[in-house]
């Protein structure tokens, strides 16, 4: 008895353990991402691209060496804030998924148009991009925007849309 309990508890300290050491792998290839000098960026308007009209209008923006994507995000402006969606891939398999949401504040005379404050952050370290498999961290909660039923209904249209914008 004594063996089997040491071996669960073995097997639950690797898996817990190694998720982690998978999680420090994927924010080192973030991280790679991010300082590459080498991505050019282009940036379009999402409203040109999707003819859908937002109130602070939206923009794509795509990190790419040739047609490789390494990073999209997509931002979107909303009357009451704004809300970004950063997808990093590699090998055009996304990676790591970064959902932000920022309300501009209240006042007694309504809302504060300079000042922005996040009040949702999820992050979704994929593990298996087609099995759906990964781990989600979130911070805070929704107020304008919607969590999807699937990461294939969330973010699969930003990289796609992103893949046609820039064939354009």
Not at 61 to 85: C, F, H, M, T
Not at 125 to 134: D, I, S, T
Request: net charge neutral; aromatic share 10%.
């Amino acid at each position: 008895m004594k063996k089997v309990l040491t071996t669960i508890l073995f097997i639950i300290g690797l898996l817990a353990f190694g998720q982690e050491d998978h999680l420090e792998q994927i924010d080192h290839q973030v991280n790679s991402i991010n300082l590459n000098s080498e991505l050019s960026v282009s940036e379009f308007d999402w409203v040109e691209l999707t003819g859908i009209a937002t109130d602070g209008g939206g923009i794509l923006k795509i990190w790419r060496k040739n047609n490789d994507i390494r990073k999209i995000v997509q931002e979107i402006g909303l009357s009451y804030g704004r809300i970004r969606a950063t997808i990093y891939l590699t090998n055009g398999i996304p990676i790591k998924v970064i959902e932000t949401e920022e309300n501009f504040g209240q006042t007694d005379d309504g809302l504060n148009y300079s000042k922005l404050d996040q009040v949702f952050k999820q992050e979704f370290f994929v593990f298996n991009w087609g099995m759906g498999e990964g781990k989600y961290k979130k911070t805070g909660k929704r107020v304008m925007s919607e969590g999807g039923c699937s990461h294939f209904e969330n973010y699969e249209p930003i990289i796609e849309r992103a893949k046609k914008a820039i064939k354009k």
